[in-house]
């Protein structure tokens, strides 16, 4: 089956951010033979005219125009297809704001539908994605004449026949026209055209795929725009085609009473607003404080977790260097039970608690006797030592060995000093009376 040959009109103003996108989503459609024809229509921010020109190729055509409306820039596109020859003018036509997208399979699936149409279906229409500003899916309604007449039926972006945009302008057809009426430049013109194929005979088939993106992008759009002046826009759309509207005036009316009551939307308040419609106002602003509510409470909890996450962290440092001050501490306890057997093991230290020892087995009238003379002697030695170094104001220049001398010969008779101890002795001695005032002390000797 050869491939569908579609020709897509992408009118631009000041879109120019947005149209590579637009046009590269075009030329990306599998199994289609695809021309783009882009029209920049008088943008003034400067950009957008570059930014079309950028995009030619031999399969896109790029046009200027003064600005003259939507309507108008598309009815140029259309012009200037034909212009191009066979190729471009060929089986399909769509249409495609340079700020939205299409889905790769758009051309095809659409022209899988028309190619098995009957010769009275005009487009294949499909589902709206909204992106961006925009969220969910318009699910099209399937065509209804009578419908289409009281609101449009789907977007504009849908794949056309050739042969039915070229019927509104044949020379014999009753009033000839544009496809486009550049005089809706406010909008409503894509309903107005589904309008005018429909009063030639024409109708469109759904297909309930969602292969159209449209972009919203700002808070302010045409679209809004066209719904603010909905009744003058419609009005319009009633007064050019009098030969749709007038024969079905009455099933027009009855058609629209009954979706109303089939809505419950026939009852009426004091502002003239129906009370289901006002109850779902408030339903959608109760809906929107509680988002409001939800996103505070979400911002809460993110602080609230944030806070629970640093006081972990923290509270994994503090356990960490409690380790570390549990580490040292037995560390610090076991240098100490070192120093304390080491000191313990020390020949002065055992003398001196072998000597507590025995006069703690001596009878009382003994031990107090000596305790009393060894506190004496203590005392007594202090006060020689401190006096002899004062009588000797040379004492630090003399030799290490000299200097011990002296201090030695300071000393009373029977007195223990450190260097008259053995070895390992040294440092601890045990300062002992001796009952002979006459008599040394001899290392090793037994004290009488």
Known sequence: MPEPRVTFVIPCFNHGRFVAAAVQSCLRQRDADVRVVVVDDGSTDGSTPDACDGLASDRVHVIHQVNRGLPAARNAGITRARELGRDWHAEYLAFLDADDFIEETFAKDLADALGTAPPDVSHAYCQERLVELGHGTWKVPDWDADLLLITNLHPVTCLVRWNAIDALSAGDTPRPRAPFDETMRLGYEDWELWIALASRGFRGVRVPKVLFNWRRHSNDTMIFDAVRRHDELYAHIIRSHPEMYGPRLETLLRRTNNMLRAWNMNWLDESGEPIPLINLKRARDELARLREQHH????????????????????????????????????LRAANARITNEYERMGAVRLHHASHRLLASLPSFLSRPLKRAAGFTTRLIATAIGAGRDRSPDRAQLHPDTQQDAHRNTLPPGVVTPDTLAPGAAGAATIEHSPNPTRRHTPGARTP
Not at 301 to 322: D, F, I, N, P, S
């Open 296 to 331: 505070r409470l979400g911002a809460d909890v993110g602080t609230l977790k944030a806070r629970a996450e640093l006081a972990e962290r923290e509270t994994l440092t503090l356990a960490a260097e409690r380790d570390v001050a549990r580490d040292e501490a037995a560390r």
